[in-house]
């Protein structure tokens, strides 16, 4: 790089700005919207009043300096890409990433189809689904032959994914590579195996032995990998960051265990494990996770003594299946492409970005089209894969990468001294320690204050359904699976079957009165909220007399006032007792719950209130079917 001459000072004529500038500004505009702050940091301050904390419990602020930076925290402390403690990446060699497709089709020809357009349109390897494993259910595994015909092994890697069958498919893939005559030198990928995520998944005894077994059958294979850490399994029942950070490496601590006293080394049983991550579109969240699970693992390998230029751990980044929608689902693909730039920034080994109808049912071809080159464009077009850690300095990843390793270190040696991961996974530990992130995660969801756009925000419920083939079910019995979307979806679902059986949508009446400006944002709301369980709002603006031959006239048993509350002081209470008269069942109003204490008004919906709950008791006022 050219040094910058002398006389060029970046921003030489301008004053340099201070925070304490910048505190007063915000708490000016602050003040504008009724917001009195303090003077300083933890007396109600700016920085107190806009920072927040997540379900990890750190807290995020609104700037961020380098006097923000932990002692030993920074570019300097983290080394370089390549180089422990790995915060910057696992290797320095290469940018790119390894472009890694799903394909999971129980029907074998199908299957081989996928495999052979996933690497002609752009993927560099393929993840297989076989048999019935945590993550789905693929081909059989004694069609893997047929499956991988006509694909050159030597060229791109298969990682395998075949839960209780994984020994069975690892032999067939072996077989297969001396049938053809290979050089075991030049197979690549991973056998997969990750016997407690499956047990996770399906309540089973988890069987550890299964890794000696492979790493004896695979040891004239070099490059080929014996496990997969699938921390998604964790991420999908409900986990936060440090969750599925804290259990991967409790998890591959367990792996390490069984190979290194089966005759392996640390540095050669380090070589064969690969860790697999959801990433969501929460970017600096996921780019915070995969730095700091490598820095978690880097700790662990030095730990075991690790020889010196022993290397980091291996990623494997997958969009997050919890994110995914099964309702306007081309929202999904926006999700996946910040998720996938988000691990291409952190730099992960390879990269799914599952198709945007991957919550539908089995992706057709356009949807697997458009995840591949959703990675081609960011490869390529958008220059990701020519710069090493890009996000590497910057004071709030840095500051975020640390607080998530030292809250995930936490919780990794409290399941240590729990006894390990099979030992949490079987005494509950686990679950607990998930479903306690699940609850607060699921009740903000609910509240809409973790907002699904297309879902429980800007909702479309006259949008016509997509159709794919069904996806069978994969096995389960141990740790729950969710989706952020389900309880908005389940109310659509309930809306749907109203409409199939009577040909009309569950309606609700909102009766606006009072100065436009002032009733639009209230009935706005409301209209917003309805739409989320898929009830048509039918609006009636004016004044009592009106408003109620307008209820009568919309042919349902609910109706809600929306309005500014001197109105709502004035006439809610003689318009609800009217609407009732006039068969209302129940009436509602938009606003305080305080307005909804004693009288004709039943029941409040406003900002921060329990929206599925609300809608659910909708549903039960208009006698629409669970």
Not at 186 to 193: D, K, P, R, W
Not at 226 to 242: M, P, Q
Not at 268 to 288: G, K, P, T
Not at 341 to 362: K, Q, R
């Amino acid at each position: 790089m050219t040094a910058l001459p002398d006389h060029l000072a970046l921003a030489g004529d301008f004053p340099a700005a201070t925070r304490e500038q910048w505190r007063s500004l915000v708490a000016a505009v602050l003040a504008k919207s009724g917001v009195n702050v303090g003077e300083g940091v933890g007396d109600g301050g700016p920085e107190d009043a806009l920072s927040y904390r997540t379900y990890d419990g750190l807290l995020i602020a609104p700037l961020y300096t380098a006097a923000d930076l932990p002692e030993g925290v920074g570019l300097e402390a983290a080394g370089l890409p390549g180089e422990p403690p790995f915060t910057r990446g696992s290797s320095a060699r290469r940018a790119g990433w390894d472009v890694r497709q799903r394909v999971a089709d129980p029907d074998p020809a199908a299957s081989n189809r996928a495999v052979l357009t996933e690497l002609a349109g752009g993927a560099s390897s393929i993840w297989l689904q076989l048999g019935a494993s945590s993550s789905g259910v693929g081909a059989p595994v004694e069609s893997l032959a047929a499956v991988l015909d006509g694909m050159y092994l030597e060229l791109a890697p298969v990682a395998l994914d075949a839960g209780a069958e994984t020994g069975a498919a690892a032999e067939a893939l072996l077989r297969l590579v001396s049938a053809r005559g290979l050089d075991p030198a030049e197979l690549a990928g991973t056998l997969g195996a990750d016997p407690i995520g499956h047990a996770a998944r399906t309540g089973d005894r988890p069987d550890l032995s299964l890794l000696p077994r492979l790493a004896e059958a695979a040891a004239e294979f070099p490059r080929l990998l014996l496990s997969t850490v699938d921390a998604s399994v964790y991420s999908e029942a409900g986990g936060s960051d440090s969750d599925e950070l804290a259990i991967s490496v409790a998890v591959g601590v367990a792996y390490l265990r069984a190979l290194t006293q089966a005759g392996l080394s640390v540095d050669a049983a380090l070589a064969r494990l690969e860790f697999r991550y959801a990433v969501s579109a929460d970017q600096w969240a996921s780019m915070a996770k995969l730095r700091a699970g490598r820095r978690l693992w880097g700790r662990v390998a030095e730990l075991c003594g690790a020889a010196a230029g022993s290397p980091g751990q291996r990623q494997h980044a997958v969009t997050a299946a919890v994110t995914l929608t099964r309702r306007d689902p081309w929202v999904n693909l926006l999700r996946a492409t910040i998720g996938c730039f988000a691990a291409a920034v952190a730099g992960a080994e390879a990269i799914t970005v599952a198709p945007f109808d991957s919550a539908v049912g089995l992706p057709d071809d356009f949807g697997r089209r458009i995840a591949r080159n959703t990675q081609s464009i960011l490869h390529d077009e958008s220059s990701l894969a020519r710069v090493l850690d890009p996000a590497g300095g910057s004071w709030y990843l840095e500051s975020l990468t640390e607080q998530l390793a030292e809250v995930a270190w936490n919780k990794f040696t409290a399941i240590e001294r729990a006894g390990g991961a099979v030992a949490a996974l079987e005494s509950g530990e686990l679950a607990s320690l998930l479903a306690a992130s699940w609850q607060p995660r699921r009740d903000n969801i609910a509240r809409r204050r973790d907002p699904i756009t297309g879902v429980s925000e800007f909702a479309m419920p006259e949008e016509s359904l997509i159709s794919r083939r069904p996806q069978p079910q994969p096995p389960s019995g141990g740790l729950p699976r969710v989706r952020y979307a389900e309880p908005f979806e389940a109310l659509r679902d309930r809306s749907d079957a109203r409409l199939a059986a009577t040909g009309a949508r569950p309606k609700v009446f909102l009766a606006a009165f009072g100065p436009v400006p002032a009733r639009t944002g209230r009935l706005g709301f409301t209209r917003n909220l309805l739409a989320a369980g898929g009830i048509e709002a039918v609006v009636g603006a004016g004044e009592p007399d009106e408003l109620v031959a307008e209820f009568e006239a919309s042919a349902t048993a609910l109706a809600v006032l929306c309005a500014a509350d001197p109105e709502y002081a004035a006439r809610a209470e003689p318009l609800a007792t009217a609407l009732k008269s006039a068969g209302a069942e129940q009436v509602w109003i938009a606003g305080p719950p305080a307005l909804a204490a004693g009288g004709a008004v039943d029941a409040a919906i406003h900002t921060g209130c329990d929206a599925v709950a609300a809608l659910r008791s909708i549903f039960e006022v208009l006698g629409v079917p669970a």
